[in-house]
């Protein structure tokens, strides 16, 4: 039994948990919508780079135009209209709650993949993803936030939330069929990638932020560095391997594993940002880990 899928998943929580540190730096450095326009950036020229070195073409011009339309599908409305309705329910209700709501993608895909593809999960996916998902949220709502977060849990920050997850599962579902034959995952990330980044840039050049974007990175060298090494990490690496995890595991499996970053970026949040873990953490990071065994033996 190959676990390719799994894997891919449990690497992209790795992944995106590192990334979450990196880009919480650079938020704090130069705004969170120049993070997110920039990461973009990057990512398209990483992907560019190394789909010329392995395929000998840029940019995948030689996919069909169906597989072109479910990818940039999923790319618009998994990484465009998902991280924007993210970041306004982070703003509205602050990180926990919508770090929790976020993870609902998982059920989402679930439902949507069982409606469409007739994917139907054994009892013992099933339980794994309730362990994982209830690991998860304990992490989550034992983290007390810094007295500066934004308050006020909104009935429009929690739409927003719900709406995130909702956009993010729609988007791995959206990737599957544009990824059958085994289409190599760094030609449909490049697809997904370039989709998201035209939305993004068209409304940043339509917001004419274009040049305030730019000249935040030139005042501040040491946030284009870790742009850099942030896209490579998690838009590149991060999207790639949950590409590869749809591709080869059920939609609910693979995304109740690259939800897990929450519990993966304790030990970021304890060592680099000296942030005390209390025992809820603890006891939902240990369950978090018992559904995630379970997905494996599954």
Same mark, same amino acid.
């Given at each position: 039994?190959?676990?390719?899928?799994?894997?891919?998943?449990?690497?992209?929580?790795?992944?995106?948990?590192?990334?979450?540190?990196?880009?919480?730096?650079?938020?704090?450095?130069?705004?969170?919508?120049?993070?997110?326009?920039?990461?973009?950036?990057?990512?398209?020229?990483?992907?560019?780079?190394?789909?010329?070195?392995?395929?000998?073409?840029?940019?995948?011009?030689?996919?069909?135009?169906?597989?072109?339309?479910?990818?940039?599908?999923?790319?618009?409305?998994?990484?465009?209209?998902?991280?924007?309705?993210?970041?306004?329910?982070? /703003?509205?209700? !602050?990180?926990? @709650?919508?770090? +929790?709501?976020?993870?609902?993608?998982?059920?989402?895909? %679930?439902? #949507?993949? $069982? /409606?469409?593809? !007739?994917?139907? @999960?054994?009892? +013992?996916?099933?339980?794994?993803?309730?362990?994982?998902? %209830?690991? #998860?949220? $304990? /992490?989550?709502?034992?983290?007390?936030?810094?007295?500066?977060?934004?308050?006020?849990?909104?009935?429009?920050?929690?739409?927003?939330?719900?709406?995130?997850?909702?956009?993010?599962?729609?988007?791995?579902?959206?990737?599957?069929?544009?990824?059958?034959?085994?289409?190599?995952?760094?030609?449909?990330?490049?697809?997904?990638?370039?989709?998201?980044?035209?939305?993004?840039?068209?409304?940043?050049?339509?917001?004419?932020?274009?040049?305030?974007?730019?000249?935040?990175?030139?005042?501040?060298?040491?946030?284009?560095?870790?742009?850099?090494?942030?896209?490579?990490?998690?838009?590149?690496?991060?999207?790639?391997?949950?590409?590869?995890?749809?591709?080869?595991?059920?939609?609910?499996?693979?995304?109740?594993?690259?939800?897990?970053?929450?519990?993966?970026?304790?030990?970021?949040?304890?060592?680099?940002?000296?942030?005390?873990?209390?025992?809820?953490?603890?006891?939902?990071?240990?369950?978090?880990?018992?559904?995630?065994?379970?997905?494996?033996?599954?």
């Amino acid at each position: 039994m190959t676990l390719i899928g799994e894997i891919a998943g449990l690497a992209t929580s790795f992944f995106f948990a590192a990334t979450a540190v990196i880009f919480t730096k650079t938020g704090q450095m130069v705004g969170s919508q120049t993070t997110n326009r920039m990461r973009l950036f990057f990512a398209v020229i990483y992907l560019a780079v190394l789909n010329w070195i392995l395929y000998r073409e840029p940019i995948p011009f030689s996919a069909s135009a169906a597989r072109w339309t479910w990818l940039s599908a999923s790319g618009f409305i998994g990484l465009s209209l998902g991280d924007a309705f993210l970041f306004q329910s982070l /703003v509205a209700v !602050g990180a926990r @709650l919508g770090s +929790l709501l976020l993870s609902l993608a998982p059920i989402f895909g %679930s439902i #949507i993949a $069982w /409606v469409f593809f !007739g994917e139907v @999960l054994s009892p +013992l996916q099933i339980l794994g993803i309730v362990l994982a998902l %209830s690991g #998860i949220g $304990w /992490v989550v709502m034992s983290h007390k936030e810094p007295e500066n977060t934004p308050r006020g849990h909104t009935r429009q920050g929690v739409i927003f939330g719900v709406l995130a997850g909702l956009c993010q599962a729609v988007g791995l579902v959206l990737s599957k069929p544009g990824m059958s034959d085994n289409y190599p995952a760094l030609q449909a990330n490049m697809i997904r990638m370039l989709a998201a980044a035209f939305f993004i840039w068209l409304w940043t050049a339509f917001s004419k932020q274009t040049k305030p974007t730019f000249q935040s990175l030139r005042e501040n060298p040491r946030a284009t560095q870790l742009l850099m090494l942030g896209a490579l990490v998690g838009p590149v690496l991060g999207v790639s391997a949950s590409l590869l995890s749809v591709q080869n595991a059920e939609i609910g499996v693979a995304s109740t594993l690259m939800a897990l970053s929450p519990v993966i970026v304790l030990p970021f949040s304890y060592f680099y940002f000296k942030e005390k873990i209390g025992w809820q953490a603890l006891a939902g990071t240990a369950l978090a880990i018992v559904g995630t065994a379970v997905l494996f033996l599954a």
